[in-house]
């Protein structure tokens, strides 16, 4: 297990390196230095920077650890997908999924240890929250992921355990150093995060300003089957949601993600599929349908593959635009929580 009360180094921006270098007697290219070794060489001890004196080495070893996760177990599909079971260095179990896509390397990231929306549909609410990540374990994912799979991550998806706008702050500092072109360099356009639909914060974000993806978990068209899936609707229902949405549009003018896990007999109807396209009439989304990933502590089963098309060919025909989600990693359990879940029984 990863030890010490030290800060970890991925938590500082760019800007607080320079500036803690500068604040200790250094020359800011030291701080550039140190930058590089982390986010080009991604090395694993402050030992390897190899062109720094060793005062330089000694003071980032006294104020910081390099190291934010440990390995517990990974599991790898047929198809390629990696889900990967990280242990915190206060024990706590967290996990990210990587998928391989013709068009390169995705890794969707966890935000905190458990999640307090509680879907009744997913795995990552079965285990309340216990704290928020910082931006620093958000980001050592990556790196973390990028060394098991010798290869570079270019896409990265913010959909892990937790709600990423209940940690709005670290969220936002680390997607400003995986975007930077002198941190990881992942294209904005590259990265979406996803929200339960936080009203407050979908139209904070609107004002941003990086060109980041927003998707949102809507699952249904209306109250009455969201507040059944997703507690979080009885705080903000189907109506503000869908203000937000325009909110967001009207600012950010940027397309929306709407996902939309397709649960056998609950939301996944051909009426169903008609109000959702006269919720969504008019509005620059595309909808996302996804195949559910059963979990065996609850109810629900996958919708039909009849059910799905069906679904999918009423968006279709009115002018919705909208995909049907080729999973991946159903044999080992991908859906985010799960290995977590288990492994903790």
Request: proline letters at 2%; one cysteine or more.
């Amino acid at each position: 297990m990863i030890t010490g009360d030290h800060m970890l180094i991925y938590d500082l921006t760019h800007e607080e390196l320079i500036e803690f270098m500068l604040k200790n007697g250094h020359k800011k290219y030291r701080a550039e230095q140190i930058w590089q070794w982390l986010y080009k060489q991604k090395v694993e001890t402050f030992r390897e920077m190899n062109n720094l004196p060793e005062d330089i080495i000694e003071l980032l070893e006294s104020n910081f650890k390099i190291k934010a996760l440990e390995l517990v177990l990974k599991h790898i599909s047929a198809d390629g997908t990696i889900k990967a079971l990280y242990s915190l260095h206060d024990g706590h179990l967290i996990e990210s999924v990587l998928m391989k896509h013709h068009y390169g390397n995705s890794i969707c990231v966890t935000t905190q240890v458990g999640c307090n929306i509680g879907c009744s549909f997913c795995a990552s609410g079965l285990l309340k929250k216990k704290r928020d990540m910082t931006s620093g374990e958000i980001l050592a994912q990556i790196i973390e992921t990028e060394r098991i799979l010798k290869d570079r991550i270019a896409y990265v998806v913010v959909m892990g355990i937790g709600e990423p706008f209940d940690n709005y702050d670290e969220l936002m500092k680390f997607l400003y150093t995986i975007n930077h072109p002198k941190g990881l360099a992942i294209g904005a356009r590259h990265i979406t995060v996803s929200t339960s639909g936080i009203v407050p914060k979908i139209k904070e974000y609107a004002h941003m300003g990086l060109q980041v993806n927003l998707a949102i978990s809507l699952h249904a068209p209306n109250n009455e089957i969201r507040t059944k899936l997703m507690k979080i609707n009885q705080a903000y229902p189907v109506e503000e949601v869908i203000g937000a949405i325009k909110y967001y549009l009207s600012v950010a003018n940027r397309r929306v993600t709407i996902e939309y896990i397709l649960i056998d007999g609950v939301n996944d109807t051909v009426e169903t599929a008609l109000e959702l396209a006269r919720v969504l009439r008019g509005l620059n989304v595309y909808v996302n349908l996804i195949p559910y990933n059963e979990v065996l502590e609850a109810p629900y089963k996958r919708s039909s593959s009849e059910n799905m098309q069906n679904f999918y060919d009423v968006l279709m025909k009115h002018k919705i635009q909208v995909t049907l989600r080729k999973e991946q990693g159903h044999d080992i359990n991908a859906a985010c929580g799960q290995l977590r879940s288990q492994h903790l029984k």
